[in-house]
């Protein structure tokens, strides 16, 4: 399905680097490399020129993140828009279960399609399309006069998703240095979070028009970030390790010029990549050999697999689009009467979660991917439970409506602290060059597939054993992905892309990792 996803090594790299062989689909192990990435900085004076690149990468990961606004204001405002979309168009359960999440599907399509789209024209230009093609839907969103051209809108902005929540993560994984890329990656989740928190906000805004025109300005104020999408392609470079693989190699090192601190750190990175990418007399892999890498893995590339699909089902399945999608609904069963107040209560959990996801970006690369991967799961196993025992209550009263708000909140909060953003980075840091678009798609169709599901069928499953015991299910689901934690995901801070690929060569070291469950304390003494 993919096109080139990489090339095979077979001799030398410059510099002094010497190639070995790096099938992965073989049974050998990668050879370390020479150089070993610190976890902290170095106490190195902070010249002008190195806070010039700073604050490139900086602003390239702000700009190639935009598109998850665009993700996180289709969240949102749909939670709200689709009360007056149920009243003008008379739709029913049914269609309004599908029409939410009919976009988590169908944007599979886009994930599985972004691999092959950007491994042939680029990271870059991939985050440009996926753009167009959302944009596209949104407009024919918001001027739908029926439930079936609604529909078709909906098509339009899945595919667009699909390639943007694919892309973003290994775009930004690929440009940042070791050190930032943790924070960096994580940006699209904050910005899907801020994409939220603008569409409940609009929600509330525009809750005041008539009926008939409210649902489609909350809708059609979607279009507005793509108008700063356009100027970001002026800013943002390409990915050089895409520009590797298309043997661009005095592109690529520009590139890490203005991406890198010292010359001798671009050096260090270009060759890291060129031994990964396999660029010396190397025959280009076919893609049907790349899928095949996958399909058929061997043991190293199946506990990537594990890893970095199973921490994206895991995202999903523990029911944060169900929350967030139909807080509305959630909120109206736990007592909160009328629309507008309904649509206020949701900019709080809205608030909260954006609020949260800025000290996960704090901390990421402080106290690592796993102590807050720990504290995520566990806070949100204990609030899931939390909010079904609230909506549970009989009589609900300020009782039931104060505790679901509460636990509502709080389980969005350790969402965004820890599981939210980590998923994307782990998904965009643990599998190997010649294989991350690929992979990165199949894991992104994953989160997409399992969301689709957990929305389709939320409000069924909530009519067959109530709201509270739909969210008690999820409490037992986030309990498994504590256990997941523990057993599946390593630690990655620190390291680069290539260091990584050799945590999975031993299953030891996989599954020990760096960290263990009681050093999730250091996060307190960290923050």
């Known amino acids: ?291 095949n890498e996958i399909l058929n893995p061997n043991p190293a590339v199946r506990r990537m697999l594990i890893t970095g699909c199973g921490i994206q089902c895991f995202q999903q399945i523990t029911g944060i689009d169900a929350t967030v999608y139909y807080s509305p609904t959630i909120f109206k069963n736990a007592g909160i009467k009328g629309n507008t107040q309904l649509l206020a209560a949701t900019v709080v959990v809205g608030f909260t979660k954006t609020v949260f996801i800025l000290v996960a970006i704090f901390l990421i690369d402080r106290v690592g991917r796993k102590p807050l991967l720990y504290v995520s799961t566990i806070g949100m196993t204990t609030c899931l439970f939390g909010l079904s025992l609230a909506l549970a209550l009989p009589g609900n009263g300020k009782l039931g409506i104060g505790l679901a708000i509460l636990t509502v909140c709080g389980n969005v909060a350790f969402f965004s602290v820890g599981i939210g953003p980590i998923c994307w980075v782990l998904s965009s840091e643990v599998f190997p060059l010649k294989l991350r678009a690929q992979a990165s798609a199949l894991g992104a169709v994953g989160s997409r597939v399992s969301s689709g599901v957990i929305t389709m069928s939320f409000l069924s499953v909530s009519r067959a054993i109530t709201v509270a015991g739909t969210f008690f299910i999820f409490s037992v689901i986030s309990a498994l992905s504590v256990a997941f934690v523990h057993t599946c995901v390593p630690e990655t801070k620190g390291k680069s892309l290539e260091e990584i690929e050799m945590l999975f060569q031993d299953k030891g070291e996989w599954q020990s990792g760096e960290v263990e469950m009681g050093d999730a304390e250091r996060l307190v003494q960290k923050a």
């Not at 985050?127 to 529909?151: C, D, H, K, R």
């Not at 910005?191 to 409210?214: D, E, K, R, T």
């Not at 010359?263 to 899928?291: F, H, P, T």
């Open 1 to 291: 399905m993919g096109l080139v996803g990489g090339e095979e090594n077979k001799n030398a790299t410059e510099n002094g680097v010497s190639g070995s062989e790096f099938p992965l689909g073989s049974k050998t192990k990668y050879k370390r490399m020479e150089s070993e990435v610190v976890d902290t900085e170095e106490d190195v004076p902070l010249t002008k020129e190195n806070r010039n690149t700073r604050k490139y990468v900086f602003v390239c990961a702000i700009f190639a993140s935009l598109n998850s606004v665009l993700l996180g204001y289709d969240v949102g405002v749909m939670s709200g828009a689709i009360l007056f979309i149920q009243e003008d168009l008379k739709i029913t359960d049914v269609q309004q279960e599908l029409l939410v999440g009919i976009l988590s599907i169908i944007s599979l399509l886009g994930s599985l399609a972004g691999g092959k789209t950007s491994d042939a024209i680029g990271r870059k230009w991939t985050i440009a399309f996926a753009s167009f093609v959302f944009q596209t839907g949104a407009l024919i969103m918001a001027l739908a006069p029926s439930f079936e051209v609604l529909m078709i809108g909906r098509l339009f902005a899945g595919v667009g998703i699909g390639f943007g929540v694919m892309i973003a993560p290994v775009y930004i994984a690929e440009i940042s240095p070791a050190i930032a890329r943790g924070s960096l990656t994580s940006f699209p989740e904050i910005f899907v979070n801020l994409g939220i928190l603008l569409g409940y906000i609009s929600n509330y805004a525009f809750s005041g028009l008539p009926v008939h025109i409210s649902w489609r300005v909350m809708l059609g104020v979607g279009i507005i970030p793509s108008v700063f999408l356009g100027f970001s392609l002026f800013v943002i470079p390409e990915s050089p390790r895409w520009l590797v693989m298309q043997n661009r190699i005095e592109e690529a090192k520009i590139v890490l010029t203005k991406t890198n601190e010292s010359e001798s750190d671009v050096e260090e990175r270009l060759a890291e990549i060129q031994l990964a990418a396999g660029m010396a007399n190397a025959e280009k892999y076919e893609a049907k050999a790349i899928w």
